[in-house]
């Protein structure tokens, strides 16, 4: 028999585990390869062994949040309702993982940490994109989209889902009431969907036919 690895997928799992603890108290800033190793009980070899350096760390940690997204979209079950199943990866995958895991959801969508995102981070993204953009494309199957594109209509939902969890982790929805304020956003955009552009447009024009601005001062 062969020797076992000394830094396998087992041991990845402990100091991502150990990391995001880290960060969540301390933010990336506190977040250390020596601290992370001796949560574990293992060395820093181990990490430098699995990870390459710190910021390979940190964008592990990117790339988990983005996995663990695409198995719980995996995991959401698919009814003959396409409106609420979108509605549903919003509210009962994108949530409860934002809720979960704010420092994941900070690290792999604002990645203030590092600019622009490195590949590994956008391959990452990629399975849990293409899952999200499916139950987009449900909606235009059923008819139910009717002059955006699958790609637009994946954007403005995703965009819906994002600044909904920033609210969030601010503390800036109704107390007690967030999940039915997900609920209703959500489900007003994607009935929206079923909306002309065009319409949507002429609603929100302000009745004069003038900008929403104040006049210019000269």
């Keep these: 028999m062969g020797r076992p690895k000394e830094h396998n997928e087992h041991r990845a799992g402990e100091l991502l585990e150990a990391a995001e603890r880290t960060v969540e108290t301390a ?25 390459g350096s710190k ?3 940190v964008a592990a940690l990117g790339a988990k949040a983005f996995e663990m997204l695409g198995a719980g979209l995996a995991e959401l079950p698919v009814t003959d309702k ?4 979108l509605v549903d990866a919003c509210v009962l995958v994108f949530r ?22 490195s590949e590994a981070l956008r391959s990452a993204q990629e399975p849990s994109w293409e899952a999200l953009n499916a139950r987009v494309d449900r909606l235009r ?25 920033t609210l969030e982790l601010r503390g800036l929805l109704p ?6 304020v ?13 909306l002309p552009s065009a319409t949507a447009r002429d609603e929100c024009r302000p009745a004069d036919g003038g900008s929403t601005g104040g006049a210019r001062r000269k």
């Design 27 to 51: 933010g990336v800033e506190g977040l250390s390869v020596r601290g992370v190793a001796e949560t574990v009980g293992t060395t820093t070899r181990a990490v430098y062994s699995l990870f």
């Design 55 to 57: 910021g390979g760390l």
């Design 82 to 85: 396409p409106s609420r199943d």
């Design 96 to 117: 409860p993982f934002v809720t979960h895991h704010p420092s994941l959801f900070r690290i792999g969508f604002h990645h203030g940490w590092q600019a622009p995102p």
């Design 141 to 165: 199957a059923a008819g139910l989209l009717i002059d955006r594109s699958v790609e637009e209509a994946t954007i403005e939902f995703h965009a819906l889902c994002e600044g909904l969890a």
């Design 175 to 180: 107390a007690g009431r967030e999940k039915n």
């Design 182 to 194: 997900w609920y209703d956003a959500a489900s007003a955009l994607v009935n929206g969907f079923g």
